[in-house]
Nanobody, 123 residues
Framework: VQLQASGGGLVQAGGSLRLSCVAS????????MGWYRQAPGKQRELVGS????????GDSVKGRFTITRDNAKAENTVDLQMNSLKPEDTAVYYC?????????????????WGQGTQVTVSS
């Protein structure tokens, strides 16, 4: 299973970025996808997740970030629209996929992670 994230970069405070993540491989069924972030010296924290159309956000991003999934696409994708960015949003952003995956031992539950994409917000 691979999760490929894209869309990170450098933006000024108050600006916007859109992150995208595509999950591919031996996916049986995904139940949830999400975004987490980790800043230097800090623990990884939830940014947003989406499951069955229900979204959940970290307190620090509520009202500024929006997570969506496009079920019409063949790929399993999750996007994160980030508006009104602040310097404290600077971090490596990771997407994840929670679901059932096909393995040589059958279908198993797992949470898979992408490689991360850097988001830097300058003041």
């Amino acid at each position: 299973v691979q999760l490929q994230a894209s869309g990170g970069g450098l933006v000024q405070a108050g600006g916007s970025l859109r992150l995208s993540c595509v999950a591919s491989g031996s996916i049986f069924r995904l139940t949830a996808m999400g975004w987490y972030r980790q800043a230097p010296g800090k623990q990884r924290e939830l940014v947003g997740s989406i499951s069955g159309g229900i979204t959940n956000y970290g307190d620090s991003v509520k009202g500024r970030f929006t997570i969506t999934r496009d079920n019409a696409k063949a790929e399993n994708t999750v996007d994160l629209q980030m508006n009104s960015l602040k310097p404290e949003d600077t971090a490596v952003y990771y997407c994840n996929a929670d679901g059932l995956f096909s393995t040589t031992k059958g279908v198993v539950h797992s949470v898979e992670w992408g490689q991360g994409t850097q988001v830097t917000v300058s003041s």
